[in-house]
């Protein structure tokens, strides 16, 4: 048995799906999750948007090979809903990417749960955990 005595860490993951009628922006992100502009989290929300758009643009899944969102890969990795709505927002911008607990301190709080937003014309999704 080997027992190790220095710093360990255990990285983990949240792979997200975003469908939008709106391109997404940082500013409109902001919105969507509900922050305040000069509100007490507004820093650490415009961080969040940040770390979330740096997601999108390392492009891809967290541990799946897949290039852009279609609705069997959209399915296999979100469920079902989460493809019905894809196919229901046809047109719509679609997105995903991950954060990782290597990220912001309040990005690190974000990556250690799963969420979920089901708006009509905005859909995110956080389920797709991995540790």
Not at 23 to 41: A, D, M, S, V
Not at 64 to 72: F, G, I, L, Q
Not at 109 to 131: L, M, Q
């Amino acid at each position: 048995m080997k027992i190790r005595t220095g710093f360990i860490t255990n990285s983990s993951s949240t792979n997200f799906l975003i469908i939008s009628k709106n391109e997404l922006t940082e500013e409109y992100l902001f919105r969507k999750l509900g922050f305040i502009e000069g509100g007490q989290l507004a820093k650490q929300g415009h961080d969040l948007c940040k770390e979330i758009i740096r997601g999108i643009e390392r492009g891809g899944l967290r541990y799946h090979d897949y290039d852009t969102p279609r609705y069997e890969e959209i399915k296999e990795v979100f469920g079902d809903v989460a493809a019905e709505k894809f196919k229901a927002m046809e047109g719509a911008y679609s997105y995903w990417g991950y954060t990782d607990s290597d990220d912001t301190p309040f990005t690190q709080f974000f990556t250690t749960d799963s969420f979920e937003i089901n708006e009509k014309n905005f859909y995110i999704n956080g389920r797709a955990c991995v540790w």
